[in-house]
Structures are given as structure tokens and as C-alpha cells.
């Protein structure tokens, strides 16, 4: 659904024109029945806004063969510019008032993908209205147009593996009380939103001792009937994604634009390998019905543009690209990560960058390859499902490593899924990579991080004759100094980065932020674990190779105590 600038008819408009409240605590059925999410810009000034009714009828049958709806639609989305922008901007509207109609679906939601057109720069704020309620809201967001420039700072949130079942509400009451300065005009999700194979697992005898183990990992579905195994699947996933999207993260997607990238719990630990601790998934018929479920599923809410890479730009200032390196991960032992189109336009980004970049990840490009000579426990603890392929243990990780190393410019990495949060980089090609990783929201309690977390020199898969020393800037709480992992811990965490020009024209100067969860301080906001305030993505001649100096730290990385106490 494309739309411009629209507005009420007249006799709506005079009926609402004083209903401009978002949606009250008390109002809470219609509050858990909708939702609006702004999921990412579109093509030139357009954003994406993603519409949903949890308990929406079916859409009719023209509808799901994608012709046009023949019901007359009675939602509406309400966009305004917030703060009274409106009045000094001579292109937009007071409000515009788009049609909805939920022309999509998948198990328990019916779902549409609207296409605004948005001001640079310009705070929107996003409402929901229906016929059968005037007077009232259905559900509210909030987001900006993309800026033309940073000059007034651009923020961007990353954060991955959300277990809801110990959040208690943390992540929700840390997004209200983040300082304005660090809230997010983007924010990429870098996998495991959902633990279905913990949730599975979560409804047999005994997950209330260990959760995410119980009877129910020795289930008989294989001797089941396709349609019973689907059935059965479709009613625990759709729980989960409704709980999680109308409960823990509600009030992280509502706050700006959001990228979704999978981790392998959107479906399950280590997809698509079949799980050793899960006897239940060593069925192929399980394994290929339990996939196409939660695909559905992961369409419907995390990927309804389809696509499994993005770009964009911030103005001539700054370039980013979202690659998911799971979606489309065959099974084994140097598997590609992707389809051949996404990963040609992946490496042809990096080659042809000509200003800093931003490259988003799922997991880290900083990881140890598990099937080197002499790794023969570890390999084949990971042949049996009984641990995780890295992005190393990947066919194409080695040809990532070289375009990263083609890369002209400056370089940042965004990453999670590891369970701990740290900050390094590294020289390459006459240049400097970061990394920064984190990870995770809500920690599930079974899934323990790796003691040893760190590599001396990039990358750790050999490849040619690439050799970069890696420096470790930063730390989580959860880790020492050295960015090895304390026994039995746990840092929740999320980081912000904000970009702003640097001194030197073209330049980018990064303030980045790892955000305690559990912690807070003397303002209820949530405690800065650590953070990195000086760091600069130069924009680089192509003509010539410089040597990048090192960063100095302003304090050494310590080991800090953690906060356990919620605020």
C-alpha cells in the first residue's frame, strides 16, 4: 500500500479533530489487539509502517490471492507531525489520514505494510483509528524521516536475544527511562526476538525446574499427522510472538524505525542443524513442518518487505547495510550463509563504499573457526548439535573476509548473539574495522556464553594472507578485562551509537553506549556499563593506503560490578 499526503473527510475530521490522546492503561483489550511498528525506510523519503490486528478476522479470499480488498476499509492511520513542526513546513499537512486495510495474514494476526512519505528529519507521531471505536486510539508509534544530514546527530540501537520469561518488564521500563539524547531514530534487532524451541519445550513436564528442558523435548510429533504437527506448532509459536510483540518489546517498537534481522531461536538453537538436545526436531517431517511454521510467522512480523538485506543512507555522510546471515544458512559444515544475489551485493557494497560504513550482523565477524586441525572435540560437539556454527564455520566467511579487506573506508560492525558486549578493532587494508557486539536483552538462563571470547589476530579462519591484531577497547560487566566470560554471569545489555560529523569534513565521530538493563541510576535511567566517546570513521582517499592509529582509551578496561537490582 503506497500512499502521499492524505486527508479525513470533512465529517470525520470535525468528529476527531479533538481525539488526539494515545491509547490509556485502562483502555488494555484494544491496547493488546493493535499494534503499529515503523520497520524501516523505503525507497527515496519513505518509511515502512507495519499495522497489525492480533485478532483480526481472515482477510476473504481475493484478499489472500492479492487482489485488491472489495470491503471498504474502517481503520485508518493517523500521521502527524509532533512538537508543531507542521507549522513551518509548507509541504505537509496538519494530518494526513491514511486508509488501512489488513490485506495480509498468518496464524493469530492479520497484518498490512504501508508506505509513507516523510519530511526529513521531522518527528511523526502515528496513530490508529476504526469506525467501530472513533473516539479512541487503537494503538500509537513514533518515528522521524530520514535526515539529509547529521548535524543534528543520528541514533541507532542494537540489542538481540529477548527472553521474555526473565525480563519482568526491565527492557520496557529502560526504553521509558532512556535520556532523550540516546533515543533511536533506528534501532536493527539482531536476532532470537522469540526462543520457539524454548517455548515448545516450556509447555511438557518439568520446564518449571530447567526452563527450556522438559518432557516435551522427547515428543512423538514425528509419528503425528502433518497437519497435527502443524496444528500443534502453530498454537505454542503464535503465543509466544503474541506475547512477546504485545508485552516485553511493545515499548521498544514503538520508539522509531526497526531492522530485523534472525538468530537461530526464530526457529531453532543452531538452525538450520538439527538440534541435539531437541530429540523431537531429529524427525525430518518435524523439522521441515516446525521450519515452515515459524517462517510463516517470521514474515509476518519481523520480514513482511521480503527482503534479506537493506541499505541506506544518511545523508553523503554515512552508509549502512543490514545482512542476515541466517534466513537462507544451509545445513553443515562450510554451508553458505546466503543466496548468491545477497551476498554479491554484500561484498559489492563493501568494495565500492566511498564514505564510512555501517555493516549490521546477526552474530560476530570477531569469531573462532570450530573446524581448524586439532579441533576435533570441538568440531565435533558441533556436528552433533550439542553447539553452535560460528560465522566463521560458514563457506562464505572467508570471501566476506576479503571484501572486508578490499573495503576502502573506515568500517563499523554491529553484532550480538554471543551473550556478552564488548568493543574491539582492528587494522585492514589501510584502514580500521570496529566491532561492537551485543548481547543479550534477557538473558535466557540454560544458554551460557563460551569462557574464552576473544581472538588475538583477525581472522581466525585463515584466509590468504590476511593478519590483523585485534584490540579489545571495551568490556561488558559480565567479562573481565580481557574479554574472557566470568562463570555463571550475565550482563542484560543494549548500545546505542550516535553519529555526528567530525572535525575533518567527511569524517564521523561515533559516541557509543553499552546500557545496564538491570541497572539504574540516581535518575531511574538505566546505568552506563561502558562506553567509547571518542572514536572516528574517517572518510578515506582511495588513491592511497594510510595507516590507521590506534585509540587510546580514556580509562583501561576493567571489570565492574555488576547491577542486579532492577530499578
Not at 232 to 259: C, D, I, M, P, S
Not at 423 to 451: H, I, M, N, T, Y
Request: aromatic share 10%; proline share 6%.
Amino acid at each position: 500500500m503506497d500512499t502521499r499526503i492524505q486527508t479525513t473527510d470533512v465529517g470525520r475530521a470535525a468528529k476527531l479533530a479533538s481525539t488526539r490522546e494515545h491509547c490509556a492503561p485502562s483502555e488494555g483489550a484494544q491496547l493488546d489487539r493493535y499494534m503499529i511498528v515503523p520497520h524501516g525506510y523505503g525507497e527515496g523519503a519513505s518509511g515502512q509502517i507495519w499495522v497489525a490486528d492480533f485478532n483480526g478476522p481472515e482477510p476473504a479470499p481475493d484478499v489472500q490471492s492479492g487482489a485488491a480488498p472489495t470491503a471498504a476499509p474502517c481503520y485508518w492511520l493517523r500521521v502527524e507531525p509532533a512538537d508543531g513542526a507542521a507549522a513551518t513546513l509548507a509541504r505537509e499537512s496538519i494530518r494526513r489520514d491514511v486508509p488501512i486495510v489488513f490485506d495480509r495474514s498468518a496464524p493469530g494476526i492479520a497484518f498490512t505494510l504501508v508506505n509513507l512519505v516523510l519530511l526529513p528529519g521531522v518527528h511523526y507521531r502515528l496513530s490508529l483509528w476504526g469506525l467501530h471505536e472513533p473516539s479512541l486510539a487503537l494503538a500509537h508509534a513514533e518515528c522521524r524521516g530520514r535526515p539529509r544530514t547529521l548535524r543534528d546527530g543520528f541514533n541507532v540501537w542494537y540489542g538481540t536475544c529477548f527472553y521474555r520469561d526473565v525480563d519482568g518488564g526491565a527492557l520496557s521500563q529502560a526504553m521509558e527511562a532512556l535520556p532523550a539524547a540516546y533515543r533511536p531514530q533506528v534501532s536493527f534487532l539482531g536476532g532470537d526476538q522469540v526462543y520457539l524451541d524454548t517455548a515448545f519445550s516450556n509447555t511438557g513436564w518439568g520446564a518449571s525446574i530447567i526452563r527450556g528442558f522438559s518432557s516435551r523435548n522427547f515428543s512423538p510429533l514425528g509419528f503425528r499427522s502433518r497437519t497435527k504437527i502443524r496444528r500443534k506448532l502453530n498454537a505454542v509459536f503464535t503465543a509466544e510472538y503474541l506475547r512477546n510483540w504485545r508485552r516485553g518489546l511493545r515499548t521498544k517498537l514503538q520508539q522509531g524505525f526497526h531492522y530485523f534481522l534472525a538468530g537461530d531461536h526464530e526457529f531453532w538453537n543452531d538452525f538450520p542443524n538439527p538440534p541435539g538436545f531437541l530429540p523431537t526436531l531429529w524427525s525430518r517431517k518435524v523439522r521441515d513442518t516446525w521450519q515452515s511454521c515459524a517462517r510463516e510467522l517470521f514474515d509476518a512480523y519481523q520480514l513482511p518487505s521480503g527482503a534479506f538485506s537493506r541499505q541506506f543512507n544518511v545523508a553523503d555522510a554515512l552508509k549502512f547495510f543490514v545482512l542476515d546471515t541466517r534466513l537462507q544458512r544451509a545445513r553443515g559444515q562450510d554451508a553458505n550463509f546466503t543466496d548468491a544475489q545477497t551476498f554479491a551485493a554484500a561484498t559489492t557494497w563493501l568494495r565500492e563504499l566511498d564514505r564510512p560504513g555501517v555493516l549490521v550482523l546477526p552474530a560476530p565477524l570477531l569469531a573462532r573457526w570450530q573446524f581448524r586441525d586439532g579441533g576435533l572435540l570441538k568440531s565435533l560437539r558441533v556436528k552433533l548439535g550439542l553447539g553452535d556454527h560460528s560465522l566463521a564455520d560458514t563457506g562464505q566467511y572467508q570471501d566476506l573476509v576479503r571484501a572486508i579487506r578490499d573495503c576502502p573506508q573506515d568500517l563499523l560492525i554491529l553484532a550480538g548473539d554471543v551473550h556478552f558486549s564488548r568493543l574491539a578493532r582492528f587494522d585492514l587494508g589501510g584502514k580500521q574495522v570496529v566491532e561492537v557486539v551485543s548481547s543479550p536483552l534477557a538473558c535466557l538462563p540454560s544458554a551460557a556464553a563460551g569462557a574464552d571470547q576473544t581472538l588475538a589476530v583477525f581472522p581466525d579462519r585463515p584466509t590468504d594472507h590476511i593478519r590483523a591484531e585485534v584490540e579489545y577497547l571495551r568490556a561488558g560487566s559480565a567479562t573481565d578485562g580481557n574479554g574472557k566470560r566470568a562463570a555463571n554471569s550475565c550482563n542484560n545489555n543494549f548500545v546505542t551509537l550516535r553519529f555526528e560529523p567530525g572535525t575533518v569534513d567527511g569524517d564521523v565521530r561515533v559516541q557509543i553506549l553499552c546500557w545496564n538493563i538491570t541497572g539504574c541510576d540516581a535518575q531511574q535511567a538505566p546505568s552506563v556499563d561502558w562506553e567509547m566517546q571518542d572514536l572516528v570513521l574517517r572518510k578515506r582517499s582511495a588513491a592511497k593506503s594510510e595507516t590507521v592509529p590506534p585509540i587510546a582509551p580514556k580509562d583501561p578496561v576493567t571489570q565492574t560490578e555488576e547491577i542486579s537490582e532492577p530499578c
